[in-house]
């Protein structure tokens, strides 16, 4: 069992950048693969950035590839989003979200979600 709570959202301006925590409680967090999605107002929920149970194995969506990135810190039980040269169409709510397995991109293979933190971007 897997508890996650993020925080770090926020307002910025466009081309500004916020970094994105996800706070994990469970003995097992260390071998979960961790990912970043996020869901616009009336858009399907998407992957945004995904990271395997050692770290080194990370995978990002097109949008994001360049500009965002997912790290994690075991020891701590921690998962950070770090976003860069944000843009307005980057505006949702962004989720943490843990998985058994390795690292993918589709949100149905995620077992446990938090509640969410909103990232607003302005023109």
């Known amino acids: 069992q897997v508890q996650l709570v993020e925080s770090g959202g926020g307002l910025v301006q466009t081309g500004g950048s916020l970094r994105l925590s996800c706070a994990a409680s469970g003995r097992a967090f260390t071998y979960y693969t961790m990912g970043w999605f996020r869901q616009a107002p009336g858009k399907e929920r998407e992957f945004v950035a995904t990271?395997?149970?050692?770290?080194?194995?990370?995978d990002y969506a097109d949008s994001v590839k360049g500009r965002f990135t997912i790290s994690r810190d075991n020891a701590n039980l921690m998962v950070y989003l770090q976003m860069n040269n944000l843009k307005p169409e980057d505006t949702a709510v962004y989720y943490c979200?843990?998985?058994?397995?390795?690292?993918?991109?589709?949100?149905?293979?995620?077992?446990?979600w938090g509640q969410g933190t909103q990232v607003t971007v302005s023109s």
């Open positions: 990271i395997g149970w050692i770290g080194g194995n990370t």
């Open positions: 979200a843990a998985a058994v397995g390795r690292p993918v991109p589709d949100p149905k293979v995620y077992d446990y």
